[in-house]
Antibody
Framework: EVQLVQSGAEVKKPGESLKISCKGS????????IGWVRQMPGKGLEWMGI????????RYSPSFQGQVTISADKSISTAYLQWSSLKASDTAMYYC????????????WGQGTLVTVSS | SYELTQPPSVSVSPGQTARITCSGD??????AYWYQQKPGQAPVLVIY???ERPSGIPERFSGSSSGTTVTLTISGVQAEDEADYYC???????????FGGGTKLTVL
């Protein structure tokens, strides 16, 4: 069974750094892209970027390029989303997801990680 | 940057047909995907590659494509279909993905 298990909720202050994780299991982690999706409170889904753990090929939405870093450690089947300096506007639910049927679908989703940034 | 446009809301009575559209310049070149999201839950893929239905998704969900517009059709809408629906595709180069703004389906 394919599973994506994300790290727990975080409460941080503006300016702090953060790295959240998404651990894949039940499949070959290096053979599928993993994407990250943001959902701000009461708002829609936003496609942030994706990584192919097999060769670390990473693609970012123009809206998120330079704002976050996506990485993966294939030795522990885990993808990451990190910030070097959080802002209040980074407060959101963050989902990782993986294709199920083709290159760009997101058929498998993690449970989400709620990030709250507040002074 | 590339955008997909959806109507903010659609309302239908139970048993009627709901149609949710999604427009984007690259849709003739790139497949579209549709997701259903209920409050407090992660999204669920309901249509992939414009018109394919994942296993476990009811037959009343269907998708179609015409030019720069794709459409999610829910036939015989049930109360449980009330949710937010998002289309998703890729830019013309296929490099990055994008979501539409979402459509809130209300079952009257």
């Amino acid at each position: 069974e394919v599973q994506l298990v994300q790290s727990g909720a975080e409460v941080k202050k503006p300016g702090e750094s953060l790295k959240i994780s998404c651990k894949g299991s039940g499949y070959s982690f290096t053979s599928y892209w993993i994407g990250w999706v943001r959902q701000m409170p009461g708002k829609g889904l936003e496609w942030m970027g994706i990584i192919y753990p097999g060769d670390s090929d990473t693609r970012y939405s123009p809206s998120f390029q330079g704002q976050v870093t996506i990485s993966a450690d294939k030795s522990i089947s885990t993808a990451y989303l990190q910030w070097s300096s959080l802002k209040a506007s980074d407060t959101a639910m963050y989902y990782c997801a993986r294709p199920e049927y083709s290159g760009y679908d997101l058929g498998y989703w993690g449970q989400g990680t709620l990030v709250t940034v507040s002074s | 940057s590339y955008e997909l446009t959806q109507p903010p809301s659609v309302s239908v009575s139970p048993g009627q047909t709901a149609r949710i559209t999604c427009s984007g310049d690259a849709l003739p070149k790139q497949y579209a995907y549709w997701y259903q999201q209920k409050p407090g839950q992660a999204p669920v893929l309901v249509i992939y590659k414009d018109s394919e239905r994942p296993s476990g998704i009811p037959e009343r969900f269907s998708g179609s494509s015409s030019g720069t517009t794709v459409t999610l059709t829910i036939s015989g809408v049930q109360a449980e279909d009330e949710a937010d629906y998002y289309c998703q595709s890729a830019d013309s180069s296929g490099t990055t993905g994008v979501f539409g703004g979402g459509t809130k389906l209300t079952v009257l």
